[in-house]
């Protein structure tokens, strides 16, 4: 298949007919390239308003557009984020949305999986087809033969899954990020801290920490953990943090790598990738022992000075010592359980602990004055609060012995148990786990203890082990332990939010018993409930063993499954055994060469819709055009509903007309009849159409001065108490009390978790813990499987990271950013490498006990000793090499290496893409035809086109 003639810096247009066996490709190519008819002329310029998508950071962009076209992208200084910077990924914008190889049009496989052959066909054809596929799947097998997934990159639509999902009653949705990708930390901080769904937690790279972009506080010092805000969002987490520093903010960085935030570091932590646990826990010892917590936040608005209950694990409840008598404790859990504010009403049963409280009941203090147990009322004031713990009682908050009430022994407080779980972790054993200085471990903890207001950043790098969820309630115990929380300065704050809906939510109303029951991994970790997705190596041994039962059909939006899921070569060998395979993205993949029947083309950013909160502002990503027949998700999974309830399915029905109010009791949004509908949904809470929005925004929703609402919890609610925190105690919760009901009945994320509390999960860490059902309240360290303290034929440990120029598997068809970076790179410490024999600048085999795969070596101090690092990365190049197709994944996919089996985390159903071990050695050469040089990617250079009309729907009701 010959390349296209042109040069780098002329826009060529591309005409040619569409014919049945036309390939999709990496270079200009007949059939899927066409341009297309042209329905709509603009003429002038103008100046559009929009958000970049080319990552999750959502910055504010201003785009040229001139008769029609894209011509220019700048950043839009309205964004009090990134004070108008963009980074490369965000000004490849028009490199992406004109790129050549765009999906344009519906396709039909013709031939077999991975013979690349296509035939154009109609939305009204594609959108029948794959309906009709479904509901005669439905029928015969169930709604859990069909599944769905998504992706994080790029993805305007996120939730779109779960809504089809719902839809059709189907149980299971994954996304290869969830549990390696943010959620364990959305797990931990809203069991611990309690605060706000979405930004309540330490990930700056999710738009996250708004309190660091208030130029008006000081925050003196910010521990970088897992993270790297110069590559995640060089705009905006970039921008601040080279502001804070020079404002005299010191910063830690813990990471294996010398990142950019390292390099500028007061203290680099070169941390062995999967023992960040050990570390937490020694800093958790050393804050204690060296009274380095907030004392006057832990004891008054914390759980940790509660005595727990030795035989649950729970901490105690007054009522059930006799303290206070029950009518007493009904009233005060009537009156706390209406706030709706703070969602003290979690649970399901004032009478069952295993579904959580309706309301917070008075707990138990172990207090010095009268030497025995004291009844804590929850507080209706400041004034009661400080007069309870200042004045009327002692709280003793340490004792090794414990205490002795009516007779039973054993009776420990909170943080106790806390100081016990740390206990062994002092800086001399740390040092020796994390391969890290001990005078460097205590230097980093003074930073963070010392300093008036102090935060952490929390990375996804901990998402990516089976560790996910103790490292994560790491962060939150340490946030916790330190006080960073709603004052002037921290970065755990709840803001006040718009009225709007940036997604149209999961219709969560819709999900039936029978949906989480037959959820493939979420009643072993149920913290997935939570995005209300499946574990994904269970949705494959469903798959390969026909057990609890076989999906059959796979709906995929997102980009290269095939280069972003561990152990890739497990789902390449299951494509076979499915029926039916429909991939919808922006341009062709490995995962679309090798496994889809349909194509369904989708928009790029610069011509999709969506309000989006930044600060105390609602900005709208508005289209600037729209080119051939692609569509907003939305209305794809809209219309296959649509078209499923005309076949019959009367739960589609439902989804569409919400006729029992089942979808709006929940707060969700029924699925829109058309495009313009689905726009006018997300704003219709401001009072405004979609258009009358995009004409005001940015849109100031609350002034600066009222937004920063500090200290929310001290606020009186509706009935009189403080406002608190969304958690049983009414309190952040360092001791979590919320992981333990979540591990007996899948509470809070459960739609019925009458479901699950006949079969709580055992404690995997129930030797070490009080709790032996239910998650461990506590962070507790395991060494990975795969160990450099144990293994020696594969002796290096194994760490990813992302590069500024590209965000997940996206962007590798950009030619300027494949310019920039255009094979993946595996960083060597200088000593391994000569130790391995590989040098700098030349290919290498790196293999670990799954695969093999290449990467060109840089040797640099960049990287610790006994650890390698590698981007994930794919080469769009081999799609329409003929023959070589599968080089496009099978090459250099680093994810090929790691580890989908074996040891997954016990909350999340996390598996292994970091730490695990592998070796290297040297290699001849790369992979024959990968593209290494700038005029290889010419192919990729934009094609211009004319705009075309919104398809508002292909199915009319």
């Known amino acids: 298949m010959g390349q296209a003639?042109?040069?780098?810096?002329?826009?060529?247009?591309?005409?040619?007919?569409v014919a049945s066996g036309a390939a999709l490709g990496a270079t200009i190519d007949v059939g899927n390239l066409v341009a297309a008819e042209a329905k709509v002329t603009s003429s002038g310029t103008r100046k559009v308003k929009t958000l970049c998508r080319a990552c999750v950071a959502r910055c504010a962009v201003i785009a040229t557009v001139e008769n029609g076209r894209v011509v220019k992208l700048e950043g839009n200084t309205e964004d009090g984020t990134t004070h108008g910077g963009l980074c490369a990924k965000g000004l490849s914008g028009i490199q992406a949305l004109y790129n050549p190889n765009r999906n344009k049009y519906p396709m039909r496989r013709v031939g077999e999986r991975g013979g690349n052959e296509w035939e154009r066909i109609t939305w009204e054809q594609a959108i029948d087809e794959i309906a009709q596929k479904l509901w005669e799947s439905k029928k015969q097998y169930g709604p859990e033969s069909i599944f769905m997934s998504t992706g994080g990159g790029g993805n305007p639509q996120f939730w779109s899954v779960n809504r089809f999902a719902a839809a059709i009653q189907s149980p299971n949705t994954f996304e290869p990020g969830c549990a390696q990708c943010y959620l364990p930390r959305m797990v931990?901080?809203?069991?611990?801290?309690?605060?706000?769904?979405?930004?309540?937690?330490?990930?700056?790279?999710?738009?996250?920490?708004?309190?660091?972009?208030?130029?008006?506080?000081?925050?003196?010092?910010?521990?970088?953990?897992?993270?790297?805000?110069?590559?995640?969002?060089?705009?905006?987490?970039?921008?601040?943090?080279a502001d804070r520093r020079a404002a005299g903010c010191k910063t830690v960085v813990v990471d294996p790598r010398f990142t950019v935030d390292a390099a500028r570091a007061d203290v680099w932590l070169p941390i062995r990738?999967?023992?960040?646990?050990?570390?937490?826990?020694?800093?958790?010892?050393?804050?204690?022992?060296?009274?380095?917590y907030d004392a006057d936040f832990c004891l008054k608005w914390t759980n940790l000075p509660y005595l727990v209950d030795p035989k649950t694990g729970i901490p105690v409840r007054a009522v059930d010592l006799g303290l206070?008598?029950?009518?007493?404790?009904?009233?005060?859990?009537?009156?706390?359980?209406?706030?709706?504010?703070?969602?003290?009403?979690?649970?399901?049963s004032n009478d069952n602990p295993a579904l959580g409280y309706c309301g917070i009941p008075y707990f138990v203090i172990w207090d010095k004055k009268t030497g025995g147990p004291v009844a804590v009322p929850y507080p209706k004031s400041e004034e009661e609060l400080n007069r309870f713990f200042d004045e009327e009682t002692e709280a003793e908050l340490f004792n090794d012995e414990g205490y002795t009430i009516d007779g039973v022994s054993g009776y420990k407080t909170a943080f106790q148990l806390t100081y016990e779980r740390s206990r062994e972790w002092t800086l001399e054993k740390t040092a020796e786990v994390t391969w890290c200085d001990a005078a460097d471990i205590e230097a980093a903890i003074d930073i963070f203890c010392e300093a008036k207001t102090a935060g952490i950043v929390g990375g996804v790098a901990t998402d990516q082990n089976p560790q996910s969820g103790q490292a994560s309630a790491g962060y939150a115990l340490l946030s916790l332990l330190n006080g960073d929380v709603e004052k002037p300065g921290a970065l755990l704050q709840r803001f006040p939010k718009p009225a709007m809906a940036d997604e149209l939510g999961g219709m969560y109303g819709l999900v039936s018993a029978d949906m989480e029951r037959n959820r493939l991994g979420f009643s072993e970790h149920r913290g997935i409930g939570q995005w209300a997705m499946s574990v994904i190596p269970y949705v494959w041994d469903a798959i390969e063993t026909g057990k609890p039962y076989k999906p059959r059909i796979w709906l995929e939006r997102s980009g290269n499954k095939l280069q972003n899921l561990a152990e890739t070569e497990?789902?390449?060998?299951?494509?076979?055994?499915?029926?039916?395979?429909?991939?919808?993205?922006?341009?062709p993949t490995s995962f679309t060469i090798e496994a889809a029947d349909y194509v369904l083309p989708i928009l790029e950013w610069l011509e999709s819709n969506q309000p989006i909160q930044i600060l105390n502002k609602v900005f709208a990503r508005q289209e600037c055009t729209h080119l051939f027949e692609t569509r907003n998700e939305a209305m794809i999974w809209s219309d296959l509903t649509k078209r499923m309830m005309e076949l019959g399915d009367e739960d589609c029905r439902e989804a569409i007309y919400d006729t029992k109010g089942m979808v709006a009791a929940a707060g969700g949004i029924p699925m829109p009849l058309t495009d313009t509908d689905e726009r006018n949904a997300h704003v219709a809470g401001l009072g405004m159409t979609w258009d009358e929005f995009c004409d005001k925004a940015p849109y100031e929703f609350c002034s600066w001065e009222d937004w920063h609402t500090y200290y929310y919890y001290k606020q009186t609610d509706a009935c009189g108490y403080l406002t608190g925190f969304g958690t049983a105690s009414g309190k952040c919760e360092p001791y979590s009390e919320g992981y333990i009901t979540l591990g007996l009945s899948a509470s809070p994320w459960a739609m019925h978790p009458e479901v699950f509390v006949d079969n709580p999960v055992e404690n995997p860490n129930a030797a070490n813990s009080l709790v032996k059902y239910g998650y461990d309240p506590l962070p507790y360290?395991?060494?990975?499987?795969?160990?450099?303290?144990?293994?020696?034929?594969?002796?290096l440990v194994m760490s990813n990271g992302r590069l500024p120029m590209y965000h997940h598997g996206t962007l590798r068809n950009v030619p300027y950013l494949r310019e920039i970076y255009p094979v993946p790179e595996v960083w060597v410490y200088p000593d391994d490498a000569e130790k391995y024999g590989v040098k700098d600048g030349q290919w290498a085999w790196i293999r670990s006990r799954r695969a093999e795969i290449r990467g060109k070596v840089r040797v640099t101090k960049g990287v610790r000793p006994g650890e390698v690092y590698m981007e994930r990365f794919w080469l769009p190049e081999f799609l329409d090499q003929e023959g070589k197709r599968d080089q496009s994944w099978c090459s250099v996919t680093v994810n090929r290496l790691s580890k989908s089996t074996g040891r997954l985390s016990d909350v999340n159903g996390t598996y292994t893409l970091r730490a695990y071990q592998v070796a290297i050695a040297p290699a001849e050469s790369g992979p024959e035809g990968a593209w290494t040089e700038p005029e290889d990617f010419e192919p990729w250079m934009p094609q211009y086109s004319e705009p075309t009309e919104v398809i508002q729907t292909c199915v009319t009701l």
């Open 5 to 17: 003639t042109m040069t780098r810096r002329s826009f060529a247009k591309v005409s040619a007919l």
């Open 273 to 292: 990738a999967g023992s960040d646990v050990a570390m937490q826990l020694c800093w958790v010892k050393y804050m204690i022992e060296k009274r380095g």
């Open 570 to 587: 497990r789902c390449y060998n299951l494509l076979p055994q499915l029926d039916l395979i429909v991939h919808m993205y922006m341009y």
């Open 188 to 241: 931990s901080y809203k069991l611990m801290y309690g605060g706000d769904f979405m930004t309540g937690n330490c990930s700056m790279a999710d738009s996250n920490c708004f309190e660091m972009y208030n130029p008006e506080v000081d925050i003196d010092a910010v521990v970088i953990w897992a993270a790297q805000p110069a590559a995640d969002t060089p705009p905006g987490g970039g921008r601040v943090m």
């Open 324 to 348: 206070v008598s029950k009518e007493e404790n009904d009233a005060q859990m009537a009156a706390t359980a209406t706030d709706t504010l703070t969602g003290h009403a979690t649970a399901k």
């Open 781 to 795: 360290y395991e060494e990975p499987e795969e160990s450099p303290l144990t293994d020696t034929e594969y002796p």
